[in-house]
């Protein structure tokens, strides 16, 4: 029973271009969200977060995006750039609206930006 | 600025065997968790910690055990290693805000 859901194992894209992640959830008690990039050989690292409250987040090129109704989320980097080709995770927590406790992970997405 | 440090980074056991893995982290945070990757399942909570001697079970955790005697460090043990046991494992840290990784430590177990 996978709660939170990364329906596409891998995205292509070129640089300059548009990046869309996509990330499902079914557990309506997830009230706050969060994005990691993992490169290789390394741990994953904190890109974005949202909370239940809100409905688009921005940081630089990375927006997230959160639709409650459709239980949906998902990122954007624009203009994607060959650095960012990285294994991308969405995470959800049920913690208060923090990420204090459990965070449930998708399986990930690769993101490969050609140059 | 060292973050989260995990050792050993690699390691290859033989089925039955024990061995512990060490996470330490230099932020003081209170929370601290232990997850595994594995190919296509993304990350999983095996163990984690609220504070200072306090566990709590994860989504994962028949086979591990933890403890959290000191602030800054968190331990996994494995009593005795099975092959399911081979994974990438993970340490994490958190408070407040999001949880901040370490770089894994491979575990194999033949």
């Known amino acids: 029973d996978q709660q939170v859901k990364q329906n596409s194992p891998s995205l292509s894209v070129q640089e300059g271009r548009i990046s869309i992640l996509n990330c499902d959830y079914t557990?309506?008690?997830?009230?706050?969200f969060l994005w990691y990039k993992k490169y290789p050989a390394e741990g994953p690292t904190f890109l974005i977060s949202?909370?239940?409250?809100?409905d688009k987040n921005e940081d630089g090129r990375f927006t997230v995006f959160l639709n409650k109704s459709a239980k949906h989320l998902s990122l954007h980097i624009v203009p994607s750039q060959p650095g960012d080709s990285a294994v991308y995770f969405c995470?959800?927590?049920?913690?208060?609206?923090?990420?204090?406790?459990?965070?449930?992970f998708g399986q990930g997405t690769i993101l490969t930006v050609h140059p | 600025n060292a973050g989260v440090t995990q050792t050993p980074k690699f390691r290859v056991l033989k089925t039955g065997q024990s061995m512990t893995l060490l996470c330490a982290q230099d932020m003081n945070h209170e929370y601290m968790y232990w997850y595994r990757q594995d190919p296509g399942m993304g990350l999983r909570l095996i163990h984690y910690?609220?504070?200072?001697?306090?566990?709590a079970k994860g989504e994962v955790p028949d086979g591990y055990n933890v403890s959290r005697l000191k602030k800054q460090n968190f331990l996994l043990g494995l009593e005795s290693a099975a092959p399911s046991q081979t994974s990438v494992y993970f340490c994490?840290?958190?408070?407040?805000?999001?949880?901040?990784f370490g770089a894994g430590t491979r575990l194999s177990v033949l």
């Open positions: 994490a840290s958190s408070f407040p805000g999001p949880q901040y």
């Open positions: 995470a959800a927590s049920a913690a208060g609206g923090t990420s204090y406790g459990k965070l449930t």
């Open positions: 557990n309506s008690m997830f009230d706050y």
């Open positions: 910690s609220v504070g200072e001697g306090t566990t």
């Open positions: 949202i909370s239940s409250i809100k």
